[in-house]
């Protein structure tokens, strides 16, 4: 109901309206600090911020930790620090030690490792000799899948062959996976973890003699424990270390560069669960391998630095930004009797679902949305609107509820869940909806009914 009343609401006087076009990104340079290749960047939930561990610079694989910003690279200390490497991979460990965890690479000797580390803050700490655990190798993939655990698939070994092997790491054990499909043997190929559909993702790599490049797409999907081949009717040319990305912020996997035999690439491409679809940024870092990206949770964006042009390392450092931005602003609080705020889950983009969440709630059944296009009026009426003379007081009505939608709380009763259906019509960019909560609370006042904060809503072109 929510979205056809959207719709009427927006574009009554449309009697056509034109369809999303192309994605609106760009890459923006914004830092020259730090040149190295075959390192790894992850968001750490300790120190909330980027960090880069490892890689080879101009002088071989490293050991050093840097934080990110926002603007520019930091170095710091850290105790317990583990041997310089490169070809390791690093995602989030959330249980049973928060922080980071790193698996594997190539040492300054050669030799591949099977080493597990978690960096807890400043503090590293050894997995130890966890049996069973996979095998020594570099140049493998891993993704986290927060809470519950890590993906790691292939690599290459201590001679230099490929791996097809898929291992689970959960609350700090390995496991072997035996799926009844098994990708081919790869290196050098990305893996990353899409949270809106719970699936991993896998694109490309080196694989053995038979199928030397790659350009394959994999999901792994936790729930059957299986990998399926996508059949997309457009895939990247074939390719190995490149990067793959979840952008959270627009909720797609992005890929960017990597090798074709001797060449370097500088393409960008985004998978959005059935297709592939290569962007045309006005602006894109220079060609490249062996980066590493990820997505700040601090400054919302993604990050892409370093790696290699095949003539020398890369010291750049680059985010994606929108140019139809998403927005979403708090512009009133709640009854100043009733702490009931307003959240949301995701941003608003058209041709998605906004999710809005009203809580904490007071043991109800059900919130009802207010969904308007104005904060200043509501017909004739001057908003904010005072509801002191309907029993309601100090709440006002703030937005102009030309939707009003209904929705059912969980088992808890503590909270709402509504979905505005925003409609895939390119007019619809750039404008405004208002949106508000009416929640009843017998306690709070004569009436038995509170307003909660509210929130202005941009929508954006992704």
């Not at 609350?171 to 098994?182: D, E, I, M, N």
């Not at 559909?197 to 053995?208: I, L, T």
């Not at 297709?275 to 490249?288: D, E, F, H």
């Not at 059944?365 to 509501?378: C, E, M, N, P």
Request: charged share 20%.
């Amino acid at each position: 109901m929510s979205s056809l009343r959207f719709a009427i609401l927006t574009a009554a006087a449309a009697t056509s309206l034109p369809l999303l076009g192309n994605a609106q990104i760009n890459w923006r340079k914004i830092d020259a600090s730090l040149s190295r290749a075959d390192h790894a960047i992850v968001y750490d939930p300790v120190l909330r911020r980027l960090i880069l561990f490892g890689g080879r610079d101009a002088k071989g694989p490293t050991n050093d930790l840097f934080r990110w910003d926002g603007k520019t690279w930091t170095a710091f200390a850290s105790y317990g620090v583990p041997a310089g490497r490169s070809g390791h991979t690093m995602t989030t460990s959330e249980y049973p030690f928060q922080g980071v965890l790193v698996f594997g690479g190539r040492l300054s000797n050669g030799r591949v490792t099977d080493e597990g580390w978690v960096l807890d803050g400043y503090y590293w700490r050894t997995l130890g000799p966890v049996v069973p655990r996979p095998a020594p190798r570099a140049d493998h993939a891993m993704a986290s899948r927060g809470q519950v655990g890590a993906l790691l698939f292939g690599g290459l070994d201590g001679k230099g062959n490929a791996l097809d092997d898929t291992w689970f790491y959960n609350a700090g054990k390995w496991a072997r996976l035996s799926p009844k499909t098994v990708p081919p043997a790869r290196s050098h190929h990305a893996l990353v973890y899409d949270r809106v559909r719970d699936r991993f993702v896998m694109f490309g790599g080196f694989g053995r003699a038979s199928a030397p490049l790659l350009n394959d797409t994999w999901e792994w999907d936790e729930k059957t424990k299986d990998w399926t081949l996508q059949k997309p009717a457009v895939s990247p040319p074939p390719r190995g270390r490149h990067v793959l990305v979840y952008d959270e912020y627009r909720e797609r996997v992005l890929l960017f560069g990597g090798q074709i035999g001797q060449a370097t690439l500088s393409d960008t491409w985004e998978w959005d669960g059935t297709n592939w679809k290569r962007l045309n940024p006005s602006t894109a870092p220079a060609r490249r391998m062996d980066h590493a990206a990820a997505f700040d949770r601090f400054t919302s964006t993604l990050i892409l630095s370093g790696g290699d042009s095949g003539s020398g390392l890369q010291g750049d450092t680059f985010d994606v930004y929108s140019l139809a931005p998403a927005v979403v602003k708090p512009f009133h609080g709640p009854c100043t009797t009733s702490p009931l705020f307003t959240l949301y889950n995701n941003w608003p983009w058209a041709g998605s679902d906004w999710e809005v969440v009203f809580a904490p709630l007071q043991n109800v059944k059900f919130a009802v949305l207010l969904l308007g296009v104005s904060r200043t009026r509501w017909g004739n009426i001057p908003l904010p609107l005072s509801l002191n003379g309907l029993g309601m007081r100090r709440c006002w009505l703030v937005v102009s509820p030309e939707s009003i939608t209904v929705w059912p709380t969980g088992s808890s009763g503590t909270a709402a869940l509504c979905r505005v259906s925003i409609p895939a019509h390119a007019s619809l960019v750039g404008k405004s909806i208002y949106c508000q909560g009416l929640v009843p609370e017998p306690n709070a006042n004569p009436a038995g009914w509170v307003t909660s904060g509210a929130l202005q809503a941009q929508i954006g072109l992704r």
